[in-house]
C-alpha cells in the first residue's frame, strides 16, 4: 500500500535494481499463491497424473477456469477502488440470454452479438457505478441491490424459455470447444483480457488511479484526482467483462437456463481476495484475482482426487478466503512495524 | 439524534441544544420526520393499496403466511440491525440458517432427542456467530470480507454434511407446532415469540448501555473506546447473537418445511440486509432503530405477498426487492443532498441555525 502512495505513474517498486527485482519478485503476494496453487496441482497429479497429463486434463486445466479469471479481473479493479461490485454473476446471465435471444432471434453475425452483449453489461456496469459515484452509497448495498434487479430481469425475460446448444451457431460452440497450440481458445480470450488488464492497471495514469482512490478517498479528491469518472470506469469495466464471459459462457457451454452465474459473484470477490486483493481497495494486482481463480477451480476440480466428496468443495473455499485475509493482515502488520522501525533509524 | 450522543457538553447545556435544527421543531414533527415514520407510512399505505385492489389479500390466510414466510427475515434481521449499527456487516446469516438446520436433522436422525438437538443446533449457531465476532474484533479483519469467507465456509459445512439428500422425516407434533394457529382464528402462535423477540432487541438496542455503546461505536469506534465502551467485547455479542439468532431460525426453517437440507435459505441473507436497510438503519453505521426495522421487514413482506396474490411472478418480487434497496440508500443520500441545498440557499435568512454539527456527518 506505502509504494503506491507516493504520485501515480511510478511502478508498485521504486528500488528496483539488479538483484532486489528478483528478490521482490520473491516477496510478491503473487508468488505465494503460485506456489499453493502449484503444490495443489503436484499433489493432486502425484495421486493421479491425469489430473495434468492427459490431453482432456491439461485442457481443463486451462479450459474451466477461464470464465472466472474474466470476472475475478473485473471484481479485482473495482475491489481495487473500495468498492465491490456483487452483480456480476446477474450480468453474466442477462447478456448470456441476450446473447442467445439474439442468435434465436436474428441473423445477425457472431461478431456483432458478441460486441452487444459486452456493451451491454458495459451498460449495466454503469448503471451500478452511476448510483455507487453520484449517491455516495456503499458498492456493497448498491450492487446487492442490482443483484436482485439484473437477475430478476433475466428471470422475467426469459421465463421458462431455454436457449439449447442447437440455436447457437456452431462457429461460437466450436470456439468453445477447440484449441490453438494445444491450449483452449477460450483461456487465450482469458489471458488477453488479464495481460491488457494487468499492463493498464501497471502502466497507465487511470489504472494508477484506481490505486489512488482506493488506497485513501479522500486524498485522491484532494490531490484532484477525477474520482468519480475512475469508479465509473472500473464498474463499466466490470460490467463489460461479466458481458464478455457471458458471452465465454454460451461458447462453453451452449445452453442457458435460468441458473446461469448463479452465485458465481461470490467466486469472483473470493477469487480477487485469495490473490491478494485488499478487500478495502489500495492494493493486489489482476495477476493476482487471476491466479486465485486457478487455484479455486482447480481445487474445485481436484478434491475428488484427494478422496474429499466434492460437497465439501465451498467449504474449502471459504478457508481459502478466511486464511488469506488473515495473511494479508499478518503482512501488513510486519511491513508496518518494518517501516516505523526504518524511520526510527534514519 | 445526534443531540444526545454529542460531546462533552459543559454546564452551559441547559439552554445550548435548543440551537441545534433537530431540537428547534416539536417532538412531534420530529418523530413525523424520521426515516422509522416514513418506512412505516410506505407500510401503511402499501397495506392501504394492497387491500383495496389486491383480491384476497385481506383474507386471513393472507395475513398466516405472510407471517409464517416472513418470521426469518424478522428474527435475524434484529440482531442484524446491531451488527449494522456498529457500522459492520454479516453476509454470513444464510449459512448459518443452513449449517443449523442441518446439525438440527442429523443430530435428531442419530437419535437425540428433538429438545436436546433444538438446542445443541441453537449453540453452534451462537458458535458460528463467535467464530466471525472472534475474526473481525481479535484479528482487527474487515467483517465483509471475513463474513463473505464464513458464508462459503458454513455453506459448505451444510453441504458436504448431508450432501443431496434431505431429511424429512420429523414428528407432526413438532412441525404442528410452529404452524398452530390460535384456536378458530388463522393468527399464527409465532406471533408471540416474535412479538417478544421484536420487543427485546427495542429494548437492548435503545434502553440499555450496551445498545448506546453499539450507536457508539457506530459513529466513532475511537471515541466509544475512550468514553469507556469495551468495543471488542460489544461487537463480539453483535456477533454471537446474530449466530445465535439465525441458529433459531435454522431450527424454525427446518420445522416450517419440515426439511433440513444443505441449501435451505439460500439468498436470505440478501434479504434480511435489505430490509434492514429499508427500515433506515445506516450503512455507515450510528444510526437506525428497531421500529424502522420492523417496518422495513413487513414492507418487504407484504409487498412480496400482494404481488404474489396479483399473479406476479417471483421475479418480479425480486425485481421490486432489488430497487427497494436501492431507492433506500440513494433516497437517503438524495434527501440529504436536497437538505444541504435548501438550507444553503437562504443563508442570511436570520435563522441563526449554525448548520455545522448535525449535517457534518450526514448521508
Partial sequence: ?346 | MSTTLSGPSTDGSATAPRTYADSARSPIARLLGTRDAAVLGLLLAVVVYAVAVVPNFDSELTVYFLVLDVAPILLIALPMTLVIVTGEIDLSVASIVAVTSVLFGVLTREGAPIALAAVLAVLAGALAGAVNGLLVTRLGLPSLAVTIGTLALYRGIAVGLLGTTAITDWPETWTDAVTATFGETQIPVIVVPLALAVVAFGLLLHFTSFGRGLFAIGLSSESARFSGVDVERTKLLAFVLTGLVSGVAGVYFTLRYGSSRGDNATGLELQVIAAVLLGGVSIFGGRGAIPGVLGGVLLIGVIGSALRLDGQSANVIQIVTGVLLVLSVVSAALLGWLSRRVRRRPPTAAEAAPPAVPTAGGM
Avoid: C
Fill in chain 1, 1 to 346: 500500500m506505502t509504494a503506491l502512495d507516493t504520485p501515480p505513474a511510478a511502478g508498485a517498486a521504486s528500488p528496483s535494481r539488479g538483484g532486489s527485482r528478483l528478490r521482490n519478485v520473491l516477496k510478491a503476494r503473487e508468488t505465494g499463491i503460485l506456489l499453493a496453487l502449484l503444490a495443489f496441482l503436484a499433489v493432486t497429479t502425484a495421486i493421479n497424473p491425469r489430473f495434468v497429463f492427459s490431453t482432456d486434463g491439461f485442457r481443463d486445466l486451462f479450459l474451466t477456469p477461464s470464465i472466472l479469471v474474466v470476472l475475478a479481473v473485473g471484481q479485482a479493479m473495482v475491489i481495487i477502488t473500495r468498492n465491490v461490485d456483487l452483480s456480476v454473476g446477474s450480468i453474466l446471465g442477462l447478456t448470456a440470454y441476450l446473447a442467445g435471444r439474439l442468435f434465436l432471434d436474428t441473423g445477425l453475425p457472431i461478431l456483432v452479438v458478441v460486441l452487444v452483449a459486452v456493451l451491454a453489461g458495459a451498460v449495466l456496469g454503469l448503471v451500478n457505478g452511476l448510483l455507487v459515484a453520484f449517491a455516495r452509497v456503499p458498492a456493497l448495498v448498491i450492487t446487492l441491490g442490482t443483484l436482485y434487479v439484473y437477475r430478476g430481469i433475466y428471470l422475467q425475460w426469459a421465463g421458462s424459455d431455454r436457449i439449447n446448444a442447437s440455436d447457437i451457431p456452431d462457429g461460437l460452440l466450436s470456439f468453445g470447444t477447440s484449441s490453438l497450440l494445444g491450449i483452449p481458445q477460450l483461456a487465450i480470450v482469458s489471458f488477453v483480457v488479464l495481460a491488457l488488464a494487468a499492463y493498464w492497471m501497471r502502466t497507465s495514469r487511470g489504472g494508477r488511479e484506481l490505486y489512488a482512490i482506493g488506497s485513501d478517498p479522500a486524498a485522491a479528491t484532494l490531490y484532484g484526482l477525477k474520482d468519480k469518472q475512475r469508479i465509473l470506469t472500473a464498474f463499466a469495466a466490470s460490467g463489460a467483462l461479466a458481458g464478455l464471459a457471458g458471452i465465454l459462457y454460451v461458447s462453453r457451454y451452449g445452453t442457458i437456463s435460468s441458473g446461469v452465474g448463479l452465485g458465481i459473484e461470490l467466486e469472483a470477490v473470493g477469487a480477487a481476495v485469495i490473490g491478494g486483493v485488499a478487500i478495502f481497495g489500495g492494493s493486489g494486482t489482476v495477476v493476482g484475482a487471476a491466479i486465485g481463480a486457478y487455484l479455486l477451480t482447480s481445487i474445485d476440480r481436484g478434491l475428488p482426487i484427494l478422496g474429499i466428496p466434492d460437497f465439501w468443495q465451498r467449504a474449502v473455499v471459504g478457508l481459502l478466503i478466511l486464511g488469506a485475509i488473515v495473511l494479508d493482515k499478518v503482512l501488513a502488520e510486519r511491513q508496518h512495524t518494518k517501516l516505523l522501525a526504518e524511520r526510527h533509524r534514519s
